[in-house]
């Protein structure tokens, strides 16, 4: 397939599931496991399909880097199990890791809650020419946080400024910083791979019964499907809230795998392309170098 066939397909493939305006938001109209009518019988295809996409993701993640103008932020939220680790691996691995970088966010350190919840994540922000991947985020102070309130204690924020309208102010700093970010130069691009409640608990399993997936395990993460409600209420607040032209949010359907990483994978070439990305044009005393070094190179 030639490459403006697929960066066509590709935005076929993301459109449905790109939110691009939070007004009249709701998860209920997506399914996690939707396969945009593919079956299982396609899922030869659709990997072949993921393949052809990571080596154009490589070539256009080339002319990003050798351009050195733009940069690219991916972030990846998702309830555990969902598969965020297995897509970044996939669609990533053609990518030159000198171009991208990733960052795993984790429970924050005593020194970042010593800093506004942003700063960790400002100071792992792409360099020009680079892809950086989050995998979660400064999101999770809109979500775990969120859920579990009793966790802004350990913010250390000043008591009066923990109101009823902490959350709407928390969106509206997102908002700014995304906006800002784009005005820079960095396009953010950002993934909620939407797992069922079942496929989460089938998948919970399997990192129980198999031996060399019980590190991938925590008592922690079932316990927190006690609330599950209310992480899906936050997500769907999250997303409404968050999601706008320049920085849009993709509800990418979860349950399947082999289409979880294609949807992204779609995703990221339609941001890629959307650059109009080149590879520089050298000069008349560039080419002149050129030459020289050839003749003495014969």
């Known amino acids: 397939m030639k490459k403006k066939d ?14 691009d305006g939070g007004k009249g938001f709701k998860l209920k109209h997506f399914d996690p496991d939707d396969t945009l009518n593919l079956k299982s019988e396609d899922k030869p295809k659709a990997k072949e399909a993921l393949q052809d996409g990571i080596e154009l993701l490589a070539e256009l ?17 998702a309830m555990d199990a969902a598969g965020k680790d297995g897509a970044i691996k996939h669609v990533m691995s053609g990518i030159n890791p000198q171009g991208c970088q990733v960052f795993s966010f984790k429970a924050p350190s005593r020194e970042e809650l010593d800093h506004d919840f942003l700063w960790r994540c400002m100071k792992s ?12 985020s400064y999101y999770e102070d809109t979500l775990v946080v969120r859920v579990h309130r009793e966790i802004l204690v350990n913010k250390r924020l000043p008591k009066e400024l923990i109101t009823k309208k902490i959350w709407d102010e928390r969106f509206q700093d997102i908002r700014n ?20 409640k079942d496929e989460q608990k089938k998948r919970f399993l399997e990192r129980i019964d198999n031996p060399e997936k019980n590190w991938k395990f925590s008592s922690a993460d079932a316990k927190e499907r006690g609330h599950w409600d209310e992480y899906m209420n936050a997500y769907e607040e ?7 032209k320049d920085s849009p949010w993709y509800v990418v359907p979860a349950d399947n795998k082999w289409f979880t990483r294609l949807v992204v994978a779609a995703a ?31």
């Not at 697929?6 to 939110?19: D, H, L, T």
């Not at 002319?63 to 990846?76: E, G, K, N, P, T």
């Open 125 to 136: 922000l792409p360099e020009r020419g680079r892809i950086g991947i989050f995998n979660r």
């Open 61 to 77: 993640q080339d002319m990003l880097y050798a351009q050195d103008r733009w940069s690219v932020l991916l972030i990846f939220q």
């Open 6 to 19: 697929y960066i066509k397909r590709a935005k076929k493939i993301s459109k449905p599931f790109r939110v």
């Open 238 to 244: 999250m997303i409404r809230n968050t999601a706008t």
């Open 268 to 298: 990221v070439i339609d941001a890629l392309a959307s650059l109009n990305l080149e590879y520089p044009e050298v000069g008349e005393d560039k080419l002149k170098e050129l030459s020289e070094a050839k003749k003495l190179l014969q």
């Open 177 to 196: 910083f995304e906006k800002y970010l784009n005005r820079n130069g960095t396009i953010v691009r950002k993934f909620f791979l939407y797992v069922s």
